[in-house]
T-cell receptor, first 110, second 115 residues
């Protein structure tokens, strides 16, 4: 079957660095995306990796290893407003279907 | 209005009712999606439309019926739902499908409760 695995919860302190891992098992693979969703809000796009390596966007970075079917989202200089759920998502072969992980709830403490 | 809008934001319906969810995107995108989000479960893709044609129907029960009259509007018609269909229904759009980053823009969702 097709699945994405990510931790259900992560807790970190303000100013710290946190890494949220995602492993995937899908019948096809076009790329790995990350989305953020605050309570009561809509998911918002953070990043996309199609090739191996690290993509950096401000305080957030995303990494992909296609050979390991693994990626992670790195959040630096954590702020209270980063408390949210983070979802990894894989675009399946054909590009028509996006499969989401169950999400990682990040709690940032003062 | 900007981005992706959805109405209504909240809906309570009985199992014998018929209702419709509406989604409108103001981004000039060609692809639109319906997702179901239940507590503690991954976002589930329901339907994908590209240029008003359905390209993905993810084994969704027939009590959910999508309609895409043009590239800016997407509807989800509901009839004879079950209590387990209670969830947040999210609409999204993207520039195209099968190309580039597939960045999807989500609406705020409709919180559906089936009694």
């Amino acid at each position: 079957g097709q699945s994405l695995e990510q931790p259900s919860e992560v807790t970190a302190v303000e100013g710290a660095i946190v890494q949220i891992n995602c492993t995937y098992q899908t019948s096809g693979f076009y790329g790995l995306s990350w989305y953020q969703q605050h309570d009561g809000g809509a998911p918002t796009f953070l990043s996309y990796n199609a090739l191996d390596g690290l993509e950096e966007t401000g305080r957030f970075s995303s990494f992909l290893s296609r050979s390991d079917s693994y990626g992670y989202l790195l959040l630096q200089e954590l702020q209270m407003k980063d408390s949210a759920s983070y979802f990894c998502a894989v675009r399946d072969t054909g590009g028509f279907k996006t499969i989401f992980g169950a999400g990682t709830r990040l709690f940032v403490k003062a | 209005e900007t981005g992706v809008t959805q109405t209504p934001r909240h809906l309570v319906m009985g199992m014998t009712n018929k209702k419709s969810l509406k989604c409108e995107q103001h981004l000039g995108h060609n692809a639109m999606y319906w997702y179901k989000q239940s507590a503690k479960k991954p976002l589930e893709l329901m339907f994908v439309y590209s240029l008003e044609e359905r390209v993905e129907n993810n084994s969704v029960p027939s009590r959910f019926s999508p309609e895409c009259p043009n590239s800016s509007h997407l509807f989800l018609h509901l009839h004879t739902l079950q209590p387990e269909d209670s969830a947040l229904y999210l609409c999204a759009s993207s520039q195209d499908i099968g190309q580039g980053s597939d960045e999807q823009f989500f609406g705020p969702g409709t919180r559906l409760t089936v009694l």
